[in-house]
């Protein structure tokens, strides 16, 4: 394992240092080796959960996912800058050397692959439904059929539903997923869609408690990586940290500290998933 460390941190520190000689000044990154030497990790700052800031803090699954392999890089916790990294930004950022790693709901795809590099999956997750806690009517996207079902603006899920599964669902449009919640709690509509663990993110707020639940009846894939730019030299030493953190029991204790309060329980016939070989 040191022997991987001591090349991690040498490909790191060279990864950094090529995007720093980019021409972006506004943030400091690794500067070779030493004490001075610091990564850059993309996240999401408004997934409760998943990826949120809270003033100078920063919380959530894909936060403590990647604080874990960073250490396994040769990193700590004070090494780390967390760069804000808004889904349609993910490629240019990792293109342009704004970030060296993206932990942020990143759904590994061809079409990405053409442009970025991924290690993991570290996550599956599946499109589902958010409902009232007492709503037991609605148990998968065909019983929506003449009801409300919350759509963010942007969004591509609800329109699914109302396309491939309920053609009489109605749509109501809000600007993101907690004014949706709002809007479930409040009576106005009878679902909220999206990413099951982004639901159950949503669900484990204090202010959510008992009030809603994810229906655990998912009906997409959507395998989380680690966005890396191409022609990267540690996508085999994330792997090797993301495997390490399924063995050693961290991803089961990040998921019930990070949502386990919604009563979310992952698919287990695909978590934890099997890492993806390195291209």
Known sequence: MRARLAIALTAAAALTLTACSGGDTDSEGTEGSGEGESIRIGIKFDQPGLGFQDGSDYTGFDVGVATYVAEQLGYSADQIEWVESPSAQRETMLQTGQVDMIFATYSITDERKEVVSFAGPYFVAGQD??????????????????????????????????????????????????????????????????????????????????????????????????????????????????????????????????????GYVPNADLNPPAVEPCA
Not at 163 to 173: I, K, P, R, V
Not at 174 to 183: I, L, N, R, S
Not at 197 to 211: C, K, Y
């Open 129 to 262: 439904l958010l409902v009232a806690a007492d709503d037991d009517s609605i148990t998968g996207p065909e019983d929506l059929e003449g009801k409300n079902l919350c759509s963010v603006t942007g969004s591509t899920s609800a329109q699914r539903i109302k396309d491939e599964y309920a053609a009489g669902t109605n749509l109501l449009e809000q600007p993101g997923y907690a004014e949706c919640v709002t809007a479930l709690v409040a009576g106005s509509v009878d679902a909220v869609t999206t990413d099951d663990i982004i639901l159950a993110g949503l669900a484990a707020i204090p202010a959510n408690e008992g009030q809603v639940k994810v229906v655990g009846n998912p009906f997409s894939e959507e395998n989380y990586g680690i966005g890396l730019p191409q022609d990267n030299e540690i996508c085999e030493d994330v792997n090797a940290a993301v495997e390490q953190m399924f063995e050693d029991g961290t991803w089961e204790q990040l998921l019930e500290d990070n949502v386990g309060a919604s």
